[in-house]
């Protein structure tokens, strides 16, 4: 079992940046691949970004790419996620994931555990 807790949200002005952070519970975190997803009222969530378990790959929803970066720190069993040259379309609750196998992957029933989210407002 593995929880997990985002936080760092908040509002901010387009082109600003905010870090997101993630902990998570449990042992075995290093073992699971991690994943942030997104999900805007009345849109479907959506993948923005995932690592493997080493945090040697990762992978970007083009939407984000050269603006949102990745990264995790095995030994505080947190995932992060730097968020730069914010736009008002990036407003969203955004969702941390767990994946058991250690190769992320990039739908939502891909993925075993959820954290409860945390809200990024992006005004114009």
Do not use: H
């Amino acid at each position: 079992q593995v929880q997990l807790v985002e936080s760092g949200g908040g509002l901010v002005q387009a082109g600003g940046s905010l870090r997101l952070s993630c902990a998570a519970s449990g042992r075995t975190f290093s073992s699971y691949a991690m994943g942030w997803f997104r999900q805007a009222p009345g849109k479907e969530r959506e993948f923005v970004s995932a690592i493997n378990w080493s945090g040697g790959n990762t992978y970007y929803a083009d939407s984000v790419k050269g603006r949102f970066t990745i990264s995790r720190d095995n030994a505080k069993n947190t995932v992060y996620l730097q968020m730069n040259s914010l736009k008002p379309e990036d407003t969203a609750v955004y969702y941390c994931a767990a994946r058991g196998s250690g190769w992320y992957g990039t739908k939502p029933p891909e993925y075993d555990y959820w954290g409860q989210g945390t809200q990024v407002t992006v005004s114009s």
